[in-house]
């Protein structure tokens, strides 16, 4: 049986699921972003209380809607490839991906994903990279240019553009300010 459960966005956020799903006594084959395979083949409806109250408890919910499955899973596969892979190629085609790891016509995922956050795809994908140059300005180990080059920007200028558009600060502006709880937002709560 698989499980959807929403605002799961980091490696540690898969560790607390699985933990509180062995609280409650299930297996849980597998712990991805997004989603949890049980060796479980059905759950009764006080079982599936059970792990809402408990998902709840640490932040997740668990989405029975087939629309809002289909949006984590879209906002899922940006936040790992933004978040949780070394670099991404200038070249990397979301649209491509996002169909093929989804299964759905990118328009069809764009529609939907835009009628129901409000913003497009594209959006999201820069808010969410945005939100990484900010935490890698803040770990301070790399320069702007190699920065942009990890996420795939053209260039310094085009990422400092979008930065600025998105945050209203230049990244030198923000790397000098150095107050992150004022700048940067949980990588879940990253919306319209």
Not at 83 to 96: A, L, P
Not at 141 to 158: D, F, R
Request: glycine share 4%; with cysteine.
């Amino acid at each position: 049986m698989t499980l959807h459960i929403k605002n799961m966005v980091c490696n540690r956020c898969i560790m607390v699921v699985e933990q509180e799903l062995k609280k409650l006594g299930f297996y849980p084959e597998q712990v991805t972003l997004g989603e949890v395979t049980l060796k479980e083949t059905d759950l009764t409806k006080e079982q599936q209380e059970k792990i809402d109250r408990a998902l709840e408890a640490v932040g997740f919910e668990r989405i029975d809607d087939r629309k809002a499955r289909l949006i984590e899973s879209i906002k899922n596969k940006i936040i790992e490839r933004v978040h949780h892979v070394e670099s991404i190629d200038r070249k990397f085609n979301w649209s491509d991906i996002l169909a093929d790891e989804l299964h759905h016509d990118y328009n069809s995922l764009s529609n939907l994903f835009s009628s129901v956050e409000g913003i497009t795809i594209e959006q999201y994908i820069i808010r969410q990279k945005i939100e990484r140059v900010k935490e890698l300005l803040f770990y301070d180990e790399l320069n702007l240019s190699e920065i942009a080059q990890k996420l795939g920007y053209s260039s310094v200028a085009h990422l400092s553009s979008q930065f600025k558009k998105i945050t209203g600060l230049t990244p030198s502006e923000l790397k000098k300010s150095r107050k992150p709880r004022d700048v940067r937002n949980p990588i879940d709560s990253v919306t319209g």
